[in-house]
């Protein structure tokens, strides 16, 4: 269409000219006539110019339009701090492309960063008590298992000690009830009878001829005086199986009452009260092994959770106070200089994907 509008443009044009050149002849013309008396020329035929030819086929018509735009990217993120403060450091500025997780600016928190720095202390010097308190408690375990060994083995002693001492005490029993003193009791007394009457005997001889002025020097006195050592002999003899009478029987009473104590003891050992120092001792160590099972005391690891709890939360407030790439990119804008004041939730950052554009 832009094309058959030219063209008829050109045929005004021409039309135009045509005429402006007849008026222009027409007026010479007329001035020659008044001067002169000159024949008319006549009008010269109009030349009729070409008309142009144009060949009409199918096609687009294109209308240019020419207008004014910027390109930007279509995919923009507004980034800000998430407390208020003062700007510390920007690291990023227009045009720079980042990575996820790069650090672009951060506020100005030394309290906040004192704090977190002494929280992590805290938190080392937990887990550092935590590790020393599980290694002595190891150690206590492995002692633990040792004395508890030892306490069984203690009593498994104590019970073989137990049997050993019922059957000695048993058998001293058997040997006492078998050495019955009665026979030397009887032999005693009879040897005592028999002194008795020799001195007796001896006595009556020597009264018969104590008359005599050579008493002592005859055989009737000494004969009372041998009859006299033979009883005194004989009376000791007695007087000792009597003794022996009296001490067995003690004796047999006496390792009655072992034999005894030799049973209660071994069934104290044997049945499942603990009533014997040996029983406690393995009670004693059995209870302290089972609470060491229970692993370390909690205070320890309550700590640790506590000083993790601290450092975590501080981190959180020191990521309030920094700006993080959340994604990569280019930044586009950024409105903050170091020293500058912000407010929390306010964008100062525009972050935007280079490869999505529009106009």
């Not at 024949?39 to 294109?62: E, F, H, K, M």
């Not at 010097?125 to 599980?134: E, H, K, Y």
């Not at 005592?192 to 009737?220: H, K």
């Not at 000792?240 to 072992?258: F, G, S, W, Y």
Request: with cysteine; net charge positive; glycine share 4%.
């Amino acid at each position: 269409m832009r094309r058959l509008d030219m063209g008829k443009k050109h045929i005004i044009a021409r039309v135009l000219l045509g005429g402006l050149f007849l008026v222009m002849l027409l007026a010479a013309c007329s001035r020659g006539i008044e001067t002169k008396s000159a024949t008319p020329t006549p009008i010269p035929t109009a030349v009729r110019p070409l008309q142009p030819t144009y060949t009409v086929q199918r096609g687009d018509v294109v209308v240019d339009l020419t207008f004014n735009a910027r390109v930007v990217a279509g995919d923009e993120t507004q980034l800000y701090f998430r407390r208020d403060g003062f700007v510390s450091r920007v690291f990023v500025q227009a045009g720079d492309d980042v990575q996820k997780g790069d650090i672009l600016a951060e506020l100005d928190v030394p309290q906040l960063q004192r704090s977190l720095a002494k929280a992590k202390h805290d938190l080392q010097a937990a887990q550092r008590a935590l590790a020393a308190a599980r290694l002595s408690h190891q150690d206590d375990l492995t002692r633990a298992k040792w004395q508890l060994q030892m306490a069984q083995a203690r009593l498994e002693d104590a019970r073989a000690g137990a049997i050993s001492q019922l059957s000695i005490a048993r058998q001293e029993l058997a040997r006492l009830q078998e050495q019955d003193p009665a026979p030397k009791k009887a032999q005693a007394k009879a040897m005592l009878e028999q002194a008795r009457i020799r001195l007796q005997q001896a006595q009556a001889a020597y009264d018969a001829v104590s008359w005599r002025n050579d008493l002592s020097a005859t055989s009737q006195a000494a004969q009372l005086q041998q009859a006299t050592l033979a009883y005194q002999e004989a009376k000791a003899s007695y007087d000792l199986a009597m003794q022996a009478v009296a001490t067995h029987t003690n004796d047999l009473a006496i390792q009655k009452e072992r034999v005894a104590q030799a049973r209660r003891r071994l069934a104290r050992l044997q049945d499942e009260a603990v009533d014997t120092s040996e029983e406690r001792a393995v009670a004693e160590a059995r209870l302290q092994l089972d609470v060491l099972n229970r692993g370390v005391a909690p205070s320890f690891a309550n700590r640790v959770e506590d000083a993790r709890f601290q450092v975590e939360d501080l981190q959180a407030q020191m990521e309030e106070a920094r700006i993080l790439a959340p994604r990569p990119g280019r930044i586009v804008a950024v409105s903050i200089a170091p020293g500058q004041a912000v407010q929390a939730h306010k964008s100062v950052v525009i972050l935007a994907d280079p490869n999505l554009l529009e106009a």
